[in-house]
């Protein structure tokens, strides 16, 4: 189990959500955690709902300098960053026969994909001088791996695709910072974070076929994945019936092309 007494953690897209659950996990064990999150007021209720060992702070990260200032800040709180969790992401519905590529497209990638290049950028800078190892949590989404059968219709084909871009970037971000980052892929199925909830009141009411979890449990299977050393650290049981069908449609047409 990772020891977390002292560390400093910053956590994005901490207001609500995953967030904020892996922000009262990680004080739990001890962290000393910066929370951050475009929505000023929510991040700081947060904040003060978790105590003492947290710092709230308000960033923009679809701003392209926002990552840089926002991992130097959480650095210099405490003169440490053990680990960063990179989270923060938002959602969008439109069929891609329907998607402008206007800036709602762009805003989507800004934060689910390009902020956590940018991040994972700004705190290898921060940890090099010194030759401390860091460790790296990115958000991902059980749409990194496929189009989920509980979500097929529901157009989240872009939104698919940048955490798909996420589960790319994240696996040459392993193998290029092999020497100085620890890095590890968070894929959540369905959690009952805001977004859902404006849709969905009751959490009871979930379709069975989601598999709805708590943020909470999110946060617990995540600092287990971390605990044990996985990469790849998915939620539901359900990911794996959904690759299925790349991996028999990859090795199916190997086979009839005779490879």
């Known amino acids: 189990m990772i020891d977390y007494k002292d560390a400093t953690a910053l956590v994005t ?6 967030g904020k659950a892996l922000s009262e996990a990680l004080t739990a064990r001890g962290a ?12 700081n209720a947060a904040a003060v709902e978790i105590g003492e060992n947290a710092l709230a702070v308000a960033v923009d990260l679809a701003k392209p300098e926002a990552a840089a200032e926002l991992v130097k800040r959480a650095f210099a709180w405490r003169g440490r960053l053990d ?26 990638l800004a934060v689910n994909l ?17 030759g401390a190892r ?17 979500v097929k219709g529901r157009g989240l084909g872009l939104y698919g695709a940048t955490k798909h871009g996420v589960l790319i970037m994240a696996e ?38 989601f ?25 539901h049981a359900h990911i794996r019936q959904d690759i299925q069908p790349r991996y028999e449609g990859v090795l199916g047409a190997l086979k009839a092309l005779g490879l």
């Open 32 to 43: 000393f955690v910066v929370l951050a999150d475009i929505n000023e007021v929510g991040v």
């Open 172 to 209: 040459w971000l392993r193998d290029e910072s092999a020497a100085a980052l620890d890095v590890h892929l968070l894929m959540p199925g369905a959690v009952y974070t805001p977004l859902i909830a404006r849709g969905l009141p009751d959490p009871t009411r979930a379709p069975p076929e």
């Open 13 to 18: 897209g901490a207001a609500s959500g995953i």
């Open 83 to 108: 680990l960063v969790c990179s989270n923060a992401g938002i959602g969008h519905n439109k069929k891609i026969k329907n998607e402008p590529l206007g800036p709602d497209s762009e805003l989507l």
């Open 211 to 235: 598999g709805l979890i708590m943020p909470e449990r999110c946060a617990e299977l995540a600092l287990k994945g971390m605990d044990l050393g996985l990469f790849y650290i998915p939620t």
């Open 114 to 130: 390009f902020a956590a290049v940018r991040i994972a950028q700004a705190y290898l800078r921060a940890i090099e001088p010194s």
């Open 134 to 150: 860091g460790r790296m949590m990115i958000t991902g989404s059980e749409n990194s791996l496929s189009a989920p059968a509980a």
